[in-house]
């Protein structure tokens, strides 16, 4: 089955820098990236989405990479703001029925 | 907010009981999940539907059962509680199909086993 692994566990910034969480995945067949953000005490939800027949797609500050060769992809969140603080999750859906998520990264945006 | 309504939201019960946790949607999904989430884990997948009465399992479904006998209900069951299964479980319903393939979770459910 797929397997997805994310890094950093854990990232700090300070307000207005940017941050940068990778992902990598196993399965070549996977084809739909999104990524969910879960603020504390609530359930994920999700910040933005790429398919793997795009390489790159942005949403204001957000934006998503894919490499399908390397068989990774990455989010990017420029001019970070102390609400950007958050876990962040990555995910690829496996033979096109369930979402296999990486293990989370920690955000925090000091000001 | 997507209608996915989990009951109960938090509960407490002792080892070896049986428990049930109920995944309810208003939005006619085809699909509905469940994954736990633990320190260091992320979110893990335990089973899915794809249809009424149509399920599979995930990453980690041993110790687990589900049923779905309608469209709107997917319940998951411990047979017999372990510490183990301390842990939050959020369900998520999606409909995988051309522009609506986003899923949404619910607010989860706080499950402590003592």
């Known amino acids: 089955g797929e397997n997805v692994e994310q890094h950093p566990s854990t990232l700090s910034v300070q307000e207005g820098d940017s941050a940068v969480i990778k992902c990598t995945y196993s399965?070549?067949?996977?084809?739909?990236f999104p990524w969910y953000k879960q603020e504390l005490g609530k359930g994920p939800q999700l910040i933005i989405d790429?398919?793997?027949?795009?390489g790159e797609k942005k949403d204001q500050r957000i934006a998503v990479t894919l490499n399908k060769t390397a068989k990774h992809f990455s989010l990017h969140i420029t001019e970070t703001q102390p609400e950007d603080s958050a876990v962040y999750f990555c995910?690829?859906?496996?033979?096109?029925?369930?979402?296999?998520f990486g293990k989370g990264t920690t955000l925090s945006v000091s000001s | 907010d997507a209608g996915i309504t989990q009951s109960p939201r938090h509960k407490v019960t002792e080892t070896g009981t049986p428990v049930t946790l109920r995944c309810h949607q208003t939005?006619?999904?085809?699909?509905m999940y469940w994954y736990r989430q633990d320190p260091g884990h992320g979110l893990r997948l335990i089973h899915y539907?794809?249809?009424?009465?149509?399920?599979d399992k995930g990453e980690v479904s041993d110790g687990y059962s589900v049923s779905r006998s309608k469209t709107e209900d997917f319940l998951l069951t411990l047979e017999s509680a372990t510490s183990s299964q301390t842990s939050v479980y959020f369900c998520?319903?999606?409909?995988?199909?051309?522009?609506?393939?986003?899923?949404?979770f619910g607010q989860g459910t706080r499950l402590t086993v003592v």
């Open positions: 998520a319903i999606s409909e995988l199909g051309g522009q609506r393939t986003e899923a949404f």
């Open positions: 399965d070549s067949a996977s084809n739909y």
């Open positions: 790429i398919r793997s027949n795009v």
């Open positions: 995910a690829a859906l496996q033979a096109g029925t369930a979402l296999i």
């Open positions: 939005e006619n999904h085809r699909y």
């Open positions: 539907s794809y249809g009424v009465k149509d399920t």
